[in-house]
Every structure is written in structure tokens, then in C-alpha cells.
């Protein structure tokens, strides 16, 4: 089982890269620790994949554009395909270890067009409502389903293994397929797509300067659109998002380089030392200076 202490994107589409996702066998399992000082939160992502996961300890938040789901210590839960959410500790700080099974649908649906697809597959990837689900061991529909989840967690790897595995994701979808939500239940938000391409943008630009025009240009929107998508789907403004977004990029260049700090700031848009230090400590609690001696150990 793999440790995540970071995410990564692809270069092309900004999707989420999983490390050892091969189309052979299109699973990891991954154990996620998230808060303290090396991994505060997951920024805003998809992935195709979908995720089935269970808080080992810590009560985790997750955001999708549709709604806001807190998950505490011994709660499961499911996150659609291309679904973009977030997450972060509930207490600012407060570590959270998280276990995840992040798979391609297709590893039980098996070929395009076929019966599982379209009978099992396809309804609950569909589903109105279904971007986010809960798991509570206090729900009696969904404990006997969190159980069997925590127990996917110990097949022991060897020969066999990924047989065991796609058995035991089968019966954990039929689970969820029985708990979806109900037909007439709210859709996902539009402007998925729009959202996606104005943050592809600033992957691509964050080193430059920035205006709400261009980040509207880049999905084919007015001002005014910009603002109420970003609003709609990440419960933000675009210049909040963006100095997020640099932020992060700073703090992975002060981890995992010897750059000044002044080289750093023009590097992820934020400037001179000065301003990139005064902006950094509003974001992260301490100075550049600080947080590279912590991932240092010092």
C-alpha cells in the first residue's frame, strides 16, 4: 500500500496523477496522511478513477461543487468519476489517515457495452446526487457495508490478489448501488467543464501575472461568469484560488529545493522575498524560511 503525502498532476489535462495506475490493472490502494506540516490538505482535483475510502483516525472534510460531507474516525465513503473535491482536516493541523481504494470503473465493468456495465456500472456513475456519498458505521443500511470495506483493506497481497480485490470491490459497488440517492435527487452543478479549463490556465500561467479577464478569456467567459463559476464550484474567488494555488507551488520548491527565496517568490508569481513572505504567512501560519527548515527536520 502506497503513502500519499502529495498530489501530482498530468501536464495535459490537470487530472490527478496515481502513481502505479497502469491500464492492466487500473487499482492502488493508497494509505493518505493529511494535516500536520507536510500535507495540509488536498487542493482541488479529479481523477477518473473513483475512490472508496475509511477514516483510520481524524475527522476528515470533503468539498465537491454540490455539497460538503464531514467524515469522522471510523466513516467511510465514495467519490464519483470526475468528480472535482477537495479535502482538509475538520481542526486546522490536526492529522487525519486516511485509507483509499482509487480504481477504474472498467476493472468491473470489463468491456465497453457489456451487461455489468450497463446493468451495475453505468447507474451509479450517473446517479444524480452520487458525486459524494457517506458511509456511517451508525446508519444500518450502510454499516454492513462499511465493515466489509474496512476488511477489503486487509487481503493479503500474493497470488490471487488482484482476483480477491476485484471481487471484493464487485460486492462493496453492488453496496453502493443499493444506497444511492434517489432519482429525483439534485444533479451535479453545471460549468464542470469550464471550471476545469480556468484551472488548467493558471497551472500552466500561475509564474505570470494573472487578470480575471484572462482566466475568462481561457473558458470562453465574461467577468462576471468567472466569478459566479468559481463561486459555484469551489466555494471561492479566482484571486483567492490562485494565491492558494502558488502558495502550494512555493511550499513544494522550499521542500524539495535549495532555491532562494527570492528566486522562489518571481517563480510562483508572488513577487519579491518580501511579499512572498508577507503572503505566505497569511496563508500558512509561519514564514518560507520556517516551513523549509520543518521539511527539513532542523
Not at 475509511?54 to 460531507?69: C, E, F, K, M, N
Not at 503572503?279 to 509561519?286: A, L
Request: hydrophobic share 40%; net charge neutral; aromatic share 10%.
Amino acid at each position: 500500500m502506497q503513502t500519499i503525502q502529495n498530489i501530482q498532476f498530468y501536464q495535459d489535462t490537470r487530472e490527478e496523477r496515481l502513481p502505479g495506475f497502469a491500464p492492466e490493472f487500473p487499482y492502488i490502494a493508497t494509505r493518505c496522511e493529511i494535516g500536520g506540516d507536510t500535507y495540509r490538505f488536498a487542493p482541488w482535483h479529479w481523477h477518473q478513477a473513483v475512490e472508496l475510502f475509511v477514516i483510520q483516525s481524524g475527522t476528515l472534510v470533503y468539498d465537491t461543487p454540490a455539497r460538503r460531507l464531514v467524515f469522522p474516525p471510523g466513516s467511510g465513503g465514495f467519490v464519483n468519476s470526475n468528480v472535482l473535491h477537495t479535502t482538509r482536516p475538520q481542526q486546522p493541523g490536526a492529522p487525519v489517515l486516511q485509507q483509499l481504494h482509487i480504481f477504474d470503473p472498467s476493472l468491473i465493468a470489463g468491456a465497453h457495452g457489456s451487461r455489468i456495465e450497463k446493468d451495475y456500472v453505468l447507474p451509479l456513475l450517473t446517479a444524480p446526487g452520487a458525486d459524494l456519498l457517506r458511509l456511517d458505521p451508525a446508519d444500518a443500511a450502510a454499516a454492513p457495508l462499511l465493515a466489509r470495506l474496512q476488511a477489503s483493506f486487509a487481503i493479503p497481497e500474493g497470488p490471487g490478489y488482484e482476483l480477491r480485490i476485484r471481487a471484493a470491490l464487485s460486492e462493496l459497488w453492488l453496496g453502493l448501488l443499493a444506497l444511492r440517492p434517489a432519482p429525483n435527487t439534485a444533479p451535479r452543478p453545471a460549468a464542470d467543464d469550464k471550471i476545469k479549463q480556468m484551472m488548467r490556465y493558471i497551472d500552466e500561467h500561475y509564474a505570470e501575472p494573472i487578470r480575471t479577464a484572462d482566466l475568462a478569456a481561457a473558458a470562453w467567459l465574461s467577468e462576471r461568469e468567472c466569478f459566479r463559476v468559481f463561486r459555484e464550484m469551489l466555494h471561492t474567488t479566482p484571486g483567492a484560488y490562485l494565491q492558494q494555488y502558488r502558495i502550494r507551488q512555493a511550499c513544494r520548491l522550499l521542500a524539495e529545493t535549495q532555491q532562494p527565496l527570492g528566486e522562489i517568490g518571481y517563480a510562483c508569481g508572488l513577487g519579491s522575498a518580501s511579499y512572498f513572505g508577507k503572503q505566505f504567512r497569511e496563508v500558512m501560519g509561519c514564514t518560507p524560511s520556517v516551513y523549509r527548515a520543518q521539511m527539513a527536520g532542523l
